[in-house]
């Protein structure tokens, strides 16, 4: 039996997108099983841990009856921050030495660094605004928690918060590679950016000179987009997605260079 005929033209932009998309598809799945495994809770336990932690801090801060809190509504409050808290902590968690650990994948011609970093976002980013919806859409339904009034600035936001974290990560997974001890670093880092997220806080609450400070954050512009496109009108949440847009796109472009660096480090 004969094979498909040669062709001796250059790939198409249609069938370059499709070889593209199914290479990401195969290593999302590839990512999600190493994550996840077929045993126990496996990707429930990603449904689970949002909602379960949101309950135990909002028993928490309901005990302390803050006034601000409060006034939101706690559950929703600590549920939209802390979603995007744990999408922004386990992409970058994931992104040290990343290229070391899946280098055996980077013999196979159509896969390239970039596309390892793109399986973990998108896969993480899927994963954590999955597990947003089904555990808020039921509160919403037995009125625990605010229906959702804005879901396109929602999703608009989860997505900000997928792409900082995946642009930041690219740099990181790139310099990781060059620098050894980066990596011990990592999570240390992340505990100390905790502030800076916005997640425990809106900026309205804050003093002028901390809001000033607290805006250079591209974490809090999506973290207050998230809760605005949920909370009552009447808070005042404050972002541009016009900085996000920048900042994003900038982060993105040092991302790309170091990893063509680092490809020709890791080919040569």
């Known amino acids: 039996m004969s094979g498909p005929a040669y062709d001796p033209r250059p790939p198409s932009f249609r069938r370059s997108l499709k070889a593209q998309l199914r290479t990401l598809s195969a290593l999302m799945i590839r990512e999600g099983v ?7 809770f496996g ?4 449904l689970g841990e949002p909602l379960l932690f949101a309950s135990a801090v909002s028993i928490m801060w309901s005990i302390n009856r803050n006034a601000k809190f409060v006034s939101v509504g706690l559950l929703q409050f600590v549920l939209t921050g802390y979603c995007a808290l744990i999408l922004w902590r ?11 650990k899946r280098a055996a994948l980077l013999y196979h011609n159509n896969i390239k660094p970039m596309d390892l970093m793109l399986a973990i976002g998108f896969l993480e980013i899927l994963g954590v605004f999955t597990a947003f919806l089904v555990a808020y859409l039921p509160l919403a339904a037995f009125d625990l928690v605010l229906p959702i009034h804005d879901p396109l600035r929602l999703i608009g936001g989860f997505l900000f ?3 900082f974290a995946t642009s930041f990560g690219l740099c990181l997974a790139a310099i990781s590679e060059m620098v050894e001890f980066i990596e011990k670093f990592v999570q240390a880092f992340l505990y100390v ?10 900026v309205d609450w804050l003093p002028p000179k901390a809001q000033k400070v607290l805006l250079f ?18 808070v005042t949440t404050v972002f541009d997605p016009r900085y996000l847009l920048i900042v994003c796109s900038v982060q993105t472009a040092i991302g790309l260079l170091l990893m063509s660096h680092v490809q020709k480090h890791i080919e040569g």
């Open 34 to 40: 190493s994550k996840f495994g077929h045993e126990n």
């Open 90 to 100: 386990h992409i970058v968690g994931h992104c040290s030495k990343a290229l070391s």
């Open 161 to 163: 918060v997928g792409w």
């Open 217 to 234: 954050s591209p974490m809090v512009h999506a973290v207050e987009m998230i809760r605005s496109s949920i909370l009552e009108e009447d």
């Open 43 to 46: 990707f429930f336990w990603v």
């Open 193 to 202: 950016t905790l502030p800076l997220t916005g997640v425990f806080t809106l």
